[in-house]
């Protein structure tokens, strides 16, 4: 089964992430926000990364630079998911590293797609 590490300082979104993605056959691992991800990422290996832009104590920039620096992690895909929509702020996290961008509010059908397109749950 495919993991998927859904990292975002809302429990509400990460509540409707974790229901959209187990429903579709994913795992989830949830992490409050990027150094909580880093410390579940040390104890296991995940498939996708998908993250909130804008967290406290490290933000999705941070958290991809961190991510993108561990080895075997150069080629994970990482979903940007956030308010944010201006063209620097995306451009920002592409040159972390992200994968993808997704602004909130988001339809689950639309994160799914874009998760299944780059990792199909089978």
Not at 25 to 37: P, T
Not at 94 to 122: D, H, Y
Request: glycine content about 8%; hydrophobic content about 40%.
């Amino acid at each position: 089964m495919k993991r998927i590490m859904t990292v975002d300082d809302s429990a509400t979104v990460r509540q409707v992430l974790n229901m959209t993605l187990t429903g579709a056959g994913y795992d989830v691992v949830e992490a409050m926000n990027g150094e909580d991800a880093l410390h579940k990422l040390a104890d296991q290996s995940v498939d996708v990364l998908v993250t909130d832009l804008n967290m406290p104590k490290l933000d999705g920039v941070g958290l991809i630079k961190k991510v993108r620096s561990i080895a075997g992690n150069r080629f994970m895909p990482i979903i940007m998911l956030t308010t944010e929509s201006q063209s620097e702020k995306k451009q920002e996290g592409k040159n972390a590293g992200a994968s993808g961008w997704i602004t909130k509010p988001f339809k689950p059908e639309q994160l799914l797609s874009i998760v299944r397109m780059i990792c199909p749950a089978t």
